[in-house]
């Protein structure tokens, strides 16, 4: 049974370019739900996605927005970079029907910012 | 406001010693609190988790947590540390209605020595 799978693994960027990051939730998961973790910090929500729409967001900017598709994939994009949106970009997908069980995440897309 | 809190970001302890990591929550509704690991490069691991029922949960590896709903903490456990359990922890917990938003602690990263 496929657990997360997150895209691509590394990429490197420059300032003020877009960038999207790409997930597949656990199989019979139907939410999913990004972090952003910066080096030697704890994850941070950035938002979730159930039933293709946006249910919570974080304290993150507009430069950030995100997508769900029916098949229960997700996207994350980020506009105009920053320096400072380097981090880890994790992926996490639930059911919304199993909250007991928490997240499951993924190995993760480490964005670089140069 | 809603927070986990984990008291010290760094853990060193000999191999086959205690481990003790120390999270705090703060939360307006009973709580769900999980504990994760992360090794470098990696994503996040479920080590164990509280929802309702039996207040000291044990999980994967050997860990344990008590949950103490008087003290608001949830502490993490082994009784004999080993060379493979040096990581990053965190303590996370659904802290409010609706059980969608994960929030993390800071992180302890643990360190054994021989």
């Known amino acids: 049974d496929a657990g997360v799978t997150q895209s691509p693994t590394h990429l490197i960027k420059t300032r003020g370019q877009q960038v999207t990051l790409r997930c597949s939730p656990k199989?019979?998961?139907?939410?999913v739900s990004w972090y952003q973790q910066a080096l030697g910090q704890g994850p941070q929500f950035i938002f979730q996605?159930?039933?293709?729409?946006?249910?919570q967001r974080g304290n993150f900017p507009d430069r950030f927005s995100g997508h769900q598709f029916p098949n229960y994939s997700s996207e994350l994009n980020v506009n105009a970079l920053l320096l400072g949106d380097s981090a880890l970009y994790l992926c996490a997908s639930s059911s919304r029907t199993e909250t007991t069980y928490g997240y499951t995440f993924g190995s993760g897309t480490r964005l670089t910012v140069v | 406001a809603q927070s986990v809190t984990q008291l010290g970001s760094h853990v060193s302890v000999s191999e086959g010693a205690l481990v003790l990591l120390r999270c705090n929550y703060s939360s307006s509704v009973p709580p769900y609190l999980f504990w994760y690991v992360q090794y470098p490069n990696q994503g996040l691991q479920l080590l164990l988790k509280?929802?309702?029922?039996?207040?000291l949960v044990k999980g994967i590896n050997g860990f344990e947590a008590e949950f103490k709903k008087s003290e608001t903490s949830f502490h993490l456990t082994k009784p004999s540390a080993h060379m493979s359990d040096a990581a990053e922890y965190f303590c996370?917990?659904?802290?409010?209605?609706?059980?969608?938003?994960?929030?993390f602690g800071a992180g302890t990263r643990l360190a054994v020595h021989p």
């Open positions: 996605y159930y039933e293709e729409e946006e249910r």
């Open positions: 199989s019979g998961h139907d939410t």
């Open positions: 509280y929802t309702t029922g039996a207040t």
């Open positions: 996370a917990g659904f802290l409010s209605g609706g059980y969608n938003k994960l929030i």
